[in-house]
């Protein structure tokens, strides 16, 4: 079978940051293709540049050096074809919209006609579950829910790839074991690319297809890791397959080797 295209390719990316006190490298040298349709988790050690690299990769900052190109094209400006949903659900949505509007909000910005607006907003809000709070707003809900909102709201949008970064920290135990699921589903529903990024290894593995382990700052890519787990996902069983916990175990001890800057071998 022919290999998948790539959607987006990172090339040789660094990033070095002019601060008062002299530069700081931040990125080493970052080099990753994404193919349409992958779940692709980044993970790596607290300040290893994950935030810097969705910067870059979302057309927010510009790399010292090297690329980023997504279907062919260099990314310069954020992306039309790209949604992000960041950790701080509470600051991305608007207080003063109901949940529809705060979803059908970039759908406007973009010009999408009335009708083709309400049956988008409709059927995102119903694929997070949330079809009964349309006309709530976003300071009525809990956090797990004003999440599914933001998720909502980028699934709307019908981007090429769904960027997330760190989305699920700022909420509880339970509601985010419920939104890695919704994740997982709106993947398979959607077939959308999503790229994951998270501090938390449990999470990389459960989540992705693929998990790529970031070095220590100046950053490169300590591993590119496949997700050999079954596609269906189950919070209770996946967990507790021997599989899993050698993966999360393996991708646990490249975080400290990371930390310590060596490599090792793949599982
Ligand atoms: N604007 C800036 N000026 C100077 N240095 C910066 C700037 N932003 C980030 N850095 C440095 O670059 C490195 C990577 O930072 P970044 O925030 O990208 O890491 P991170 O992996 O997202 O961190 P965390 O896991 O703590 O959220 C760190 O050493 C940080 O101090």
Known sequence: MAERSVLLSVQDLKKTYVSATGPVEAIGSITFDVRPGELVCIVGPSGCGKTTLLKCLSGLLAPTAGSVTLDGAPVTEPPRTMAVVFQEYGRSLYPWLTVRDNVALP???????????????????????????????????????????????????????????????????????????????????????????THDIDESVYL????????????????????????????????????????????????????????????
Do not use: C, N
């Open 208 to 267: 992705g297809e693929r998990v790529l382990v970031l070095s220590s700052s100046p950053t490169f890519v300590q591993e590119d890791l496949a997700i050999d787990l079954p596609a269906q996902r189950d919070q209770l069983s996946t967990r507790a397959l021997p599989r899993f916990t050698e993966l999360r175990t393996h991708v646990y001890e490249q975080i400290q080797r990371a930390k310590r800057a060596e490599t090792a071998p793949t599982p």
């Open 107 to 197: 759908l406007r910005a973009r010009g999408v006609p009335r009708a083709e607006r309400t049956t988008a907003v409709e059927r995102a809000l119903e694929e997070v579950g949330l079809s009964q709070v349309l006309h709530k707003y976003p300071w009525q809900l809990s956090g797990g829910m004003q999440q599914r909102v933001a998720i909502a709201r980028a699934v709307a949008y019908q981007p090429e790839i769904l960027v997330m970064d760190e989305p699920f920290a700022a909420v509880d135990a339970q509601t985010r074991a419920d939104l890695e699921d919704l994740v997982r589903r709106v993947w398979q529903d959607l077939g959308v690319t999503v790229l994951f990024v």
